[in-house]
């Protein structure tokens, strides 16, 4: 019983990952190219949510939904750094995140001002609906399945993208040293488009994604936010392989922690105080992970600036 | 060289009296509050609203003393405040009602908690800093929303404000503002102290070159710590105090938006100036509490059904006018004070 309760904790710990990787890899590669904080990132997957929302009472189908969210999300990002965030590139940190937090006020409101503050939900598309039995008497949601494979296409795409095109090597020439490119010629100014969009993109797919398990509401990209730059500061910013295994790592040690803390604790304290602590526990887990990892490592797993 | 040169030459005995005239004039404002208060017909209304400044203000000033001078970019500050709140509810709710228990337990806890998370934040540098500190203000909040005895996600209502040496002094909102301002000023002139002597040199030396400092004999980090875990415990006591104006403790008070505002209360006004974090403070939460008003006046012009949406959505004019201000307002509102003199 302990041991399917765990497998089903893991993949739903592994769908998590992949969902926090896919907004981390667009928070790593804006940050670690362009050194910019974007605190706005996370409104870019509520975006994405809302959009998938908009556009699927109005196709009808998720899928079309998807299609048009997509560029959407992309044709966003674009207009917010051409309003918002260009301007900011060389000024201080501190700017930055007062700047873009004016970014998540405004969005916040403004989806609240068009969608209204209701919760809006988005139905699981029919063809992956249900449940499949993975091993005996397991049922799991296919659509989380499908989640999980949508994230590992992406990160074999992203991983193909930035180690073996032209676009990827000037990405991470970039991540490493942004003055030097600039000095070999390059044109970072559209290469800092590139990535920004690519990114805002990515986030908005997350965002997408998710509707359909989660309520889309205002206010829902700000805690995955958070996250998302636990798992940057954990990977080493900048770097795609250190995001990825980051978001792996934080997705299942918040999900498995929170269904085992208590368990575990159950061992050294009676169950009602291990249950208690257990739960106080086990959202700081990550937290606590974190600062360990920057006290043994204090520029992450994988630092790529020098 | 030439910089310091500049700002002794001619006009400089008059911009620093200048400059002193605003903390004079801001502390007169405070004082006279509460007098004129009585004529404005809402006389609660503005006291606990002024009070509300004040205790922002002494939060926004303890930022302001490790962001302004030190350069730390705390992304987690409002931790302290909920620090110092549920040491007052948790306290309260265990029959030690005293300020005299509850105020100095919450200034341990602040100082105990600064320097744990300081010593390991400020192995880091930058952005990580920004980051780790966000981490641990996060660590916090789960743990206030998971305690279930003291209200969980929804807090604890406290019954009644602190006493203080067995007497409910603090239940009078005219003692209770003169308490806070008292507060407001003893943690100004401290922090003037501090600013001033040799340790907040060595802070401010830190901030403009590290290395420089330690090649010439100073440990960087001691000095750091030491106004981390400092900073902590004023945020913890404008913690204590936030607690007994809304008689209410929950995990709100350190959300990381919280934090955020924090951090703007302290642009806004003007860094490394102090008394600037209590004018960014007030701006603050004035805007926040006239916006909706102001707009609505403004868009006289407009239907009455628009107005009222209009103001109904102030953040979507709020957020723009934070961005602007940011990109524009160089040196917040203390730089705009000292402009006219360098011209």
Known sequence: MTATLFFVQALNGLQFGLILFLIAAGLTLVFGVMDFINLAHGV??????????????????????????????????????????????????????????????????????VWGAAPLSVPVPELLSGSVEIANGLLYPVYRLAIIAAGLVIAALLYVLVNHTRVGMLVRAGASNAAMVSA???????????????????????????????????????????????????????????????????????????????????????????????RAIAPMLIYIFMAAVLFFRPSGLFPVKR | MTEIAETHSAPAPSLTTRLEIVPLVLFTAFAAAPLLAAYSGAEGYVLSLLTRVMIFGIAAMALDLILGYGALVSFGHAAFLGLGGYAVGILASHGFEDALIQVPVALLASAAFAFVTGAISLRTKGVYFIMITLAFGQMLYFLATSLAPYGGDDGMTLASRSLVAGTDWLENDFTFYWVCLLCLFGVYALSRSIAASRFGRVLRGTRENAI????????????????????????????????????????????????????????????????????????????????????????????????????????????????????????????????????
């Open chain 1, 44 to 113: 870019q997957y509520m975006v994405g949510a809302y959009l998938v929302a908009a556009f699927s009472t109005w196709t009808g189908s998720f899928g079309w939904a998807l299609l048009l969210a997509l560029p959407s999300a992309l044709a966003f990002g674009l207009l917010l750094e051409a309003l918002v965030f260009r301007h900011l590139y060389d000024r201080d940190h501190l700017d930055q995140v007062l700047a873009t937090f004016g970014v998540i006020l405004f969005l916040n409101q403004g989806v609240k001002f």
């Open chain 1, 184 to 278: 070999l010629g390059v044109n970072i100014q559209r290469l800092f488009m590139v990535v920004f969009g690519f990114g805002a993109m990515l986030a908005g797919f997350a965002g997408a994604m998710v509707a359909p398990i989660l309520s889309v509401e205002p206010g829902m990209g700000d805690n995955i936010l958070i996250l998302a730059f636990v798992v940057i500061v954990i990977g080493g910013i900048g770097s795609i392989r250190g995001a990825f295994l980051a978001a792996l790592l934080i997705g299942l040690v918040d999900t498995v922690g929170r269904s085992f803390a208590p368990n575990l604790l159950r061992l050294v304290l009676d169950p009602a105080a291990a249950s208690q602590t257990g």
């Open chain 2, 212 to 343: 420089r400092m330690e090649a010439i004999g100073f440990r960087p980090f001691r000095f750091q710590l030491a106004a981390y875990v400092i900073s902590g415990m004023m945020a913890g006591l404008a913690g204590c105090l936030l607690a007994n104006q809304a008689e209410f403790v929950s995990p709100s008070f350190m959300t990381w938006q919280r934090s955020g505002e924090l951090i703007f209360m302290v642009v806004l006004g003007g860094l490394g100036s102090l008394h600037g974090a209590i004018i960014g403070a007030a701006a603050f939460l004035l805007l926040e509490e006239f916006l909706p008003e102001i707009l609505h006046t403004l868009s006289f012009f407009l239907s009455e059904e628009t107005r009222s949406h209009l103001a109904e959505n102030w953040k979507m004019v709020f957020g723009p006018l934070l961005i602007l201000i940011v990109l524009f307002v160089r040196g917040g509102i203390m730089g705009l004070l000292r402009r006219p003199h360098h011209g």
